[in-house]
Antibody, heavy 127, light 106 residues
Framework: EVQLVESGGGLVQPGGSLRLSCAAS????????MSWVRQAPGKGLEWVAN????????YYVDSVEGRFTISRDNAKNSLYLQMNSLRAEDTAVYYC????????????????????WGKGTTVTVSS | IQLTQSPSSLSASVGDRVTITCRAS??????LAWYQQKPGKAPKLLIY???ALQSGVPSRFSGSGSGTDFTLTISSLQPEDFATYYC?????????FGQGTKVEIK
């Protein structure tokens, strides 16, 4: 069964740090880009970061650039999100997601999407 | 790239045809996906490349559009379709989501 399981969430004070983990199983983890997406309480989805299969490319939403670091260990089939200098506005459920991609006959381009999601881990930043 | 969904919420009955629109602040070709999310659950991929149906998703879901204007259509709303729907652009970083459309029971 294809599965992603997040862990590492919890309560942390403003300015603190937390490291989230995502354990992948049931697919060839090293073959996929991976993402972190978050959802603040009662709010919509926000993409946070992406990492390429070999870790050589990383992209972040502006609001976390310089504070969060996405990484992966393909030998352990694991994705990570190191979160530093946490703020109240980082409070959210954090999901890891597999980034799938397809080409479509007759159409130029390669199309990405998030096709497998974990159940999420909750991060609360509060004093 | 900002994505604006409309409406933000709607009330509909089982069997109704429902259409949700997503407008991008600039052209994104067909680099758009649609997701369904139920309360307390992770999102589920419905449509990618604006109109390609994800495997296992019922055919009553369809997507269309290109450039800046996109639609998600549910041809005959079923009880299990009451949820919040999000569009997402993957044309360029940072990837962004629309604000969501909540589909409620009338």
């Amino acid at each position: 069964e294809v599965q992603l399981v997040e862990s590492g969430g919890g309560l942390v004070q403003p300015g603190g740090s937390l490291r989230l983990s995502c354990a992948a199983s049931g697919f060839s983890f090293s073959s996929y880009w991976m993402s972190w997406v978050r959802q603040a309480p009662g709010k919509g989805l926000e993409w946070v970061a992406n990492i390429k299969q070999d870790g050589s490319e990383k992209y972040y939403v502006d609001s976390v650039e310089g504070r969060f670091t996405i990484s992966r260990d393909n030998a352990k089939n694991s994705l990570y999100l190191q979160m530093n200098s946490l703020r109240a506005e980082d409070t959210a459920v954090y999901y890891c997601a597999r980034v799938g991609g397809s080409s479509i006959a007759g159409r130029p381009g390669y199309f990405y999407y998030m096709d497998v999601w974990g159940k999420g881990t909750t991060v609360t930043v509060s004093s | 790239i900002q994505l604006t969904q409309s409406p933000s919420s709607l009330s509909a009955s089982v069997g109704d045809r429902v259409t949700i629109t997503c407008r991008a602040s600039r052209g994104i070709s067909s680099y758009l996906a649609w997701y369904q999310q139920k309360p307390g659950k992770a999102p589920k991929l419905l449509i990618y490349a604006a109109s390609a149906l994800q495997s296992g998703v019922p055919s009553r879901f369809s997507g269309s559009g290109s450039g800046t204007d996109f639609t998600l259509t549910i041809s005959s709303l079923q009880p299990e379709d009451f949820a919040t729907y999000y569009c997402q652009q993957v044309n360029s970083y940072p990837w962004t989501f629309g604000q969501g459309t909540k589909v409620e029971i009338k």
